[in-house]
Structures are given as C-alpha cells and as structure tokens.
C-alpha cells in the first residue's frame, strides 16, 4: 500500500498574512485595517534582528531624510529601533505605512539624532582611551622572542661556546610559534640590515672606530660574523619565496541574490489584473521563470539552459540575472505568446502547478516568438520553478 503523502508544516504558527494580495490596497483606509491585521503576525513571528534590519534599511533608502541626518540616526545602537520594528517589517513587505505611523516617526527622528550625536561622541572617546596598535608593532611584538634567541646564539658565538657553523636559523623559524609568515621574515631581514651592514664594514677593515671596536676578532672569525646575518637574511628569503610558490589564487567572493538582482527593473504590482510579482531574488538559479508584459499583454516564459535537477543545486547553475537582463536561458525553448483576453486568460497563470502553466501555454493559438532576456518596468514576476 503506498505511502500516503504528509504536508509540509509552516514554519509559522501564526497564519502568514497574503502579503502579495494585500500589497495590491490602494485605499487608505484599507490600508490601514490590512497594517493593523499583519501586526500580530509580525509580533509573535518575525525576530527583532529582522525587524529592525527592515528599520535600518528604510531610513536609509526611503526616509528621503537629509544624508547628514541619517548617519546620525544610524549610529544608533538597534533597540533604538525595536519598538517600531513591526512596522518598518510590514512595510518592507507591503510597501506603504499608515498616515498615523509617518506622523510618529517625524516625533522619533528627533530623538534618534540626539542619541545618534551623543552615540557618536562616546566611540570617539574610547577610540582616544584606547592606543592603536598597527599590525607591524603586532607582527614585531610576535617574533621578539625568536629575535632574542638569535641574539642568544651570537652572544655564544663572541664568547667562543658555539659556532656559526651549527647556526640553523631556518630550522628556528620552522619550529617556533606563532607560526613564521612572509612578512614575519621581511620584518627580521629589516631588523637586522643595520648589523649586517656594520658586519661587512668588520670585513673591509678600514674604519678606525670599526678596528677599536671589533679588535677582539681575528680575520676568521670577522668572517663568521658576516656569515650570521647572512644565514638569517637565507633563512628569511626562504620564508619569502615559499610563500609565493604555494600562496593559491584568491577565490572571487559570491554574491548574495539581492546584489545579484539590485538593478533589475520590473513592475510590483498590476491592479487592473490583480497581479502582484514574486520576490525577484526568486529568480536566481531557477529552472523556470514566468512572466506577464503588461503593455503588450504578452505571457513569456524563460527555460534555463541546464534542466539536470542534480546540476541546479551547484552555483551558477539555472537562471541568472545581470542587470535588467535575464542570462543563461535557452534561446529557443523561451517563447512568448500574444493573450487576446488578458482578464479572461490571466488565471490560467496564477498558482503553484508547474504544468498547468505548460499547458495553458501550450493552448493559446497566437504566434510564439523568442524571448530577449529583457525585463522592464511593465512585467510582472509571474513565479519561478
């Protein structure tokens, strides 16, 4: 006996609000009955990070507010924002707010730009408590060890207890920690220039301050002393060299879907029809994608290059989207067809039924022609698959 089929749980106890047909209100009063229905919802479902996300990102992109004004308001810290996080969701959501909320936040602006001024103020304050320390006296604190222990050895070398040719300052570095890195190694060749230079002025023998002041060392061991620093100096250029032979080539970042989609141009909402679009994020490697030209009544739908189910869960695979143009669908299944009776036939493209999109398509009499990849601000994001 075959198994029967269990439906999929909501994530949500609470029933999710019909976002896209109450996106569709124009009336301000209905409006303002569909904000206050979504308001539990939001509440008890949605988490304040979200929540307050959706505040963050409408003050900075459709307050219309001064820029100096906004910096200011969004220096503040996020539970200045979480008692009217709700409403910033809903909108995100909705696209519009109620009369009575735009009123609120003009008495909020105010406050949020004195916190944000003193919020300010205080991180410059500890920023000057705190001493700043640069990534080369970090790296330089790091290797002082290692550095001293060199400085060990040719202390033993000047009293005789040891030889420069046991000196493995290679091997050193291999097994001290933290671990030597490229520009630990630049740092100790430049640590110790101005002694390898001095070394070589031990060999020429020529200055008097040098004579007095190396008058202990015979002409053998003035040359072991150059040979100190040039072992060091081998040693770090190793470092240096081994690292550019196995340093692997950068991986390009991936982007986000709403990166990918940010300059997509195409049409919210459609009244007359009672069509409203799918979050265009939706498109992003999706096999399918229906859409409905507004201006010329034409149904379209866009089929990806690749069809393998197992090859649409690697990146790049499926649909992809460069600025207002759909990319990697095939030329010659994605067609578009005429609909003589937009209010009649519209229907026939609304749901979640894969093949009755196929087969209504299939049934319209009117020409086919050939998809461009364009999307404009008079098509309507139909679904994906």
Known sequence: MPRRKTKTRSVFVTTEPEWKTLKL?????????????????????IKSKQTVSAARTWIANKSGWDKKEIELIL????????????SFFIESKLGYMTEGFLNHLEKRKVEWIERGKKTILEKKEKQKEKPIVTIKQRMQEQITDLLGEFESYLDDFITGDKSVNDFDPYKMMISYQPAIKANHAKLIIESYEDAKA??????????????????????KMRKEYLTF???????????????????????PRARSK????????????FGELGLASIEPT????????????????????????????????????????????IQDFDPDESLQKTLRKPKEQINNWTGKAKTKFS???????????????????????????
């Open 25 to 45: 209100l124009t009336d301000s009063a209905e409006q303002e009955k569909a904000v206050r229905e979504c308001e539990y919802f939001v509440r008890t479902e």
């Open 75 to 86: 220096s503040n810290p996020d539970w200045a924002f979480t008692s009217c996080g709700n």
């Open 198 to 219: 001095e070394a070589v002025e031990v060999i020429e023998w020529q200055d008097e301050d040098i004579k007095e002041g190396y008058s202990f060392m015979n002409p």
């Open 229 to 251: 620093f040039e072992k060091i100096e081998t040693a770090c250029e190793t470092f240096i060299n081994k690292a550019k032979t196995t340093r692997k080539a950068r991986k």
């Open 258 to 269: 709403e990166s990918i989609i940010k300059k997509l141009k195409y049409l919210e909402a």
């Open 282 to 325: 939706d498109i992003v490697n999706c096999n399918e994608l229906w859409v409905y030209n507004t201006k010329n009544r034409k149904i379209g739908v866009y089929h990806a290059k690749s069809k393998d189910p197992k090859a649409m869960n690697r990146p790049g695979a499926g649909l992809m989207v460069k600025g207002t143009t």
């Open 359 to 385: 087969k209504a398509f299939d049934e319209l009499t009117t020409t086919g022609t050939k998809m461009n990849g364009r999307i404009n601000e008079h098509c309507i994001l139909l679904t994906t698959f």
